[in-house]
């Protein structure tokens, strides 16, 4: 049998590289959050930082005057000996009154700016993992009230309350990888991409094999379970690069930037495997069938689209279980 549905299967979609482009709307939330804050305790910079990869990047800041900081400016992470590093590696708020007072902190980067103070507070994601941090500097001497502290709490508390949300709103509840909504949104977008970068992007869709036979014999909640646990074994046998959908019922969709038609083919055999050796089903053997298809240039959507799905027919009527182009 299939062990329940649980978070151990569940695909956090936000990533903490900025995989996903946050909306314009929580932008301006966050925007006018910052504003606030800086022009509340008159420092000259609130900033919400974001972990990208192996730096810690400007991700807004506030339109105070005086703020050296610009958005997009980034710094080295590991070992930067930032404040903000801190407030990541330990998951906790950090105060610094006057770093020009401190032997730790007096040589931090932000004294080139002659920040000396600092206030700042993680913000995590909807799976635990570190998205950033909101914090407040300045170039004066501050050790911030309880209301300021409380304040920014309740700020960062906000932010990720518009994560969690965001994160809800594209993403598919039983399965964790991305909705169909927002399938319609990234692969217009993602073609574009492709197509001003002159880079090869490769279509896949995969369907289970047999599947309502699967819920006819056992039961919905069973089929639910199937299609929890294929979204995890496709999620987990794809590249980074690589961009996961339920499109609805036992179909689904990956999107490959960057991916010619043999390396998408490729990792399109690693997944069929991985499903059918995963002992997923021990009453009914689970299998899926997949479509591969590569767009050509100035190509349309629709044709893309529709080539893709003829080769997921074309393996379904091979008797399935198999990866066609």
Known sequence: MIDKIGLDNYRFALSQDGGVDIPENIL???????????????VKAALIMRKSGEALEVFLSSKTKGNPYKVGQKERYIDSGLNCERVIRQGNMLLVPDASKSPEWMNNPDMKFNMKCYLGFPIKLPNGNIFGTICVLDNKENDFSEDMIECMSRMRDLIESNLLLFHLSITDQ???????????????KETKNAAQKDQPITAMILDIDNFKNINDTCGHLYGDAVLAKCAGIISDTLRDRDIAFRLGGDEFFVLMPNTAIDEASAVAEKIRANIENSGIGQDIPVTTSIGVAERVCVESLDNWLTRTDKAL????????NQVAS
């Open 28 to 42: 301006q939330e966050w925007q006018s959050i910052l504003d606030l804050l800086a022009r509340i305790e008159k």
């Open 174 to 188: 039983l399965t964790g990888v991305y909705n169909r909504t927002f399938f319609n949104e990234k692969i217009e």
């Open 313 to 320: 027919y074309k393996a379904k009527i091979r008797s399935g």
